[in-house]
């Protein structure tokens, strides 16, 4: 049984849509929301939160915003600005007097000084600051007459390599006539590209992911469709930058022409696992469900789906993704822990485990927090785990990995879930949240055994046969046409499938599903490809 998680929360006085946690310090953590333009009562707000004791949540800081302005939509701790304090960045909208003037300065930058620790006392709440900085406007201007476009999505990758002020984030729109992406620098603020998207469509969410010598993978999902970038180093770097160019890895599949239902399912969000594994979170059509699948990445043309999960069965669809990267290092694989949020306020916890070997896999359950919030949950996120430095002693120290999740109710709630050093008392472990099952190996082993017994049983069936057909010669069985001969071919049975489709699926076989679990695994005429479905036993 997997490790019972701690959870702490408190409420605020203003509705909740945004939170991160400082990459470099899971103490602190930024939460922003508001009530909007023009409701009196509940003001626009920025809160920095102290989340150092598992078992209660303190608030540090906190910075009022413009109650003439939008509430903060989206928001994104940048990078460190010095030993003590981060640049943050959100998205809020201008008035709407200034958006009808085409004036909107939706992305803006806060800087946030951190308490200081005396004697191991916590700090107060008073030496914590959130200082307003910048302000900017990265759209493209828009023809409409209505002013609702606002800043949907904001999304900075973890800096992988330490000491390096190049990064790239990117920004998306929402309810907008057509949609847009930007990709900048969030620390400059310039601006690497523009992706417009067709007339109706806006991108669900976006990922960004540093593969080499400044460059990066940026993904993409509409509804239907995932597309994936490669952006080059920035100008002044060796490498000559090269413009983006989109193109499709992933399309939901049309329902079969002989499905009841014609509607597709709608991807919600997705997150990178590695540059070449692409984690996607849809939305069953109707309201019947929730599932998670990864996708391969090709050189070139559309990607393979290697593996899919429908979740558990109250979650009729999910709000909201996040994916914590449990890295061992060189040589030692990774362990992916992947949260979804749904609408029936819960959270699914599973993990993905990558081998060195690049071997995937499959969904593993590790548990469902269910009635986190007394109202629907807006976000989701996971603290960045900064291992200890190696070599470490015999006993190695506790880590843990935090979830914090906010809800339109006003709440925060963190759980801190505690991760275990493989091997154990090793010198230089890797952290885990659940321990690398074995299960595939004991079930081939067992496939294995069972072989050899049905092949000694035929042996001995083969010695037995000559004395046992004296004593049935009488009965004259010869004649039967039904046993067969030796020279007889099994019958071949043909099954034809027509399948409408705007992309190629590849069919893939998932790994040995257990005896246990398969009459709970049936497969679905409507899905067009032959991906082995793993179901949510929770």
């Known amino acids: 049984m997997a490790p019972t998680a701690v959870s702490a929360s408190t409420a605020l006085s203003y509705p909740l849509y945004a939170a991160d946690f400082d990459p470099d310090d899971s103490s602190f953590l930024l939460v922003g929301g508001g009530g909007g333009e023009g409701r009196s009562g509940v003001g626009n707000k920025i809160t920095l939160l102290d989340t150092s004791s598992a078992a209660e949540i303190v608030e540090r800081a906190e910075i009022e915003l413009s109650r003439d302005e939008d509430s903060v939509t989206s928001l994104a701790v940048a990078q460190r600005s010095g030993s003590r304090s981060s640049l943050v960045l959100a998205g809020i909208n201008s008035s709407s007097s200034a958006q009808k003037a085409q004036r909107n300065e939706h992305l803006r930058s806060f800087t946030v000084e951190y308490p200081s620790t005396d004697g191991g006392e916590k700090a107060r709440a008073s030496e914590g600051a959130i200082k307003v900085g910048s302000r900017t406007s990265l759209f493209s201007r828009s023809s409409s007459a209505k002013a609702e476009t606002y800043q949907r999505v904001l999304r900075i990758p973890p800096l992988r390599t330490r000491g390096r002020s190049s990064r790239l984030a990117a ?11 930007v990709l900048f620098n969030p620390a400059s603020e310039a601006v690497r590209s523009h992706i417009h998207l067709k007339r109706g469509e806006e991108a669900a969410d976006v990922d960004i992911i540093e593969t080499q010598d400044g460059s990066y993978d940026a993904a993409y999902c509409t509804d239907t469709e995932v597309c994936l970038l490669q952006v080059g180093p920035e100008k002044g770097s060796k490498k000559k930058a090269s413009a983006p160019e989109p193109r499709f890895i992933w399309i939901t599949p049309h329902p079969d022409v002989f499905s009841p239902e014609k509607r597709r399912s709608a991807f919600r969000a997705l997150r990178f696992l590695t540059p070449d594994l692409v984690l996607l979170l849809s939305n069953r059509p109707g309201r019947s469900g929730a599932e998670i699948s990864v996708v391969r990445v090709a050189e070139k043309g559309m990607g393979e789906m290697v593996r899919r999960r429908r979740l558990h069965s109250s979650m009729k669809a999910a709000t909201a993704l996040d994916v914590a990267i449990l890295d061992g290092g060189k040589g030692q694989g990774k362990q992916f822990v992947v949260a979804v949020a749904g609408q029936d306020i819960s959270i699914a916890l599973l993990t993905l485990n990558l081998s060195p070997s690049g071997d995937l896999s499959k969904f593993r359950s590790h548990s469902v927090l269910r009635q986190v919030h007394p109202l629907q949950m807006t976000r989701i996120t996971f ?20 979830l914090a999740s906010v809800s339109m109710g006003n709440t925060v709630v963190v759980h801190t879930l505690p991760l275990t050093p493989i091997p154990f008392r090793s010198t230089s472990p890797r952290y885990v949240l659940v321990t690398p099952s074995q299960a595939p190996k004991m079930a081939l082993s067992a496939l294995l055994g069972f072989a050899v017994l049905v092949l000694i ?6 010695v037995a046969l000559p004395a046992v057909s004296r004593f049935i010669k009488p009965f004259d069985l010869a004649g039967s046409s039904d046993l067969g001969t030796d020279d007889s071919k099994p019958s ?3 099954i034809s499938t027509t399948i409408t489709t705007t992309a190629t699926v590849t069919s893939v076989v998932d790994d040995p599903p257990d005896a246990a679990t398969v009459a709970d695994e049936p497969p679905e005429a409507e899905e067009p490809h032959h991906v082995l479905e793993e179901h949510d036993e929770l």
Not at 171 to 181: H, M, R, S, V, Y
Request: no cysteine; net charge negative; glycine share 8%.
């Open 171 to 181: 920004i998306a729109t929402g309810l907008a006539d057509e949609g847009e992406i």
């Open 492 to 494: 071949t049975i043909r």
């Open 383 to 402: 603290s960045n785990v900064i291992t200890p430095a190696q070599p470490v002693s015999a006993d190695p120290p506790p880590q843990y990995l935090k």
């Open 457 to 462: 049983a035929f042996l001995l069936q083969g």
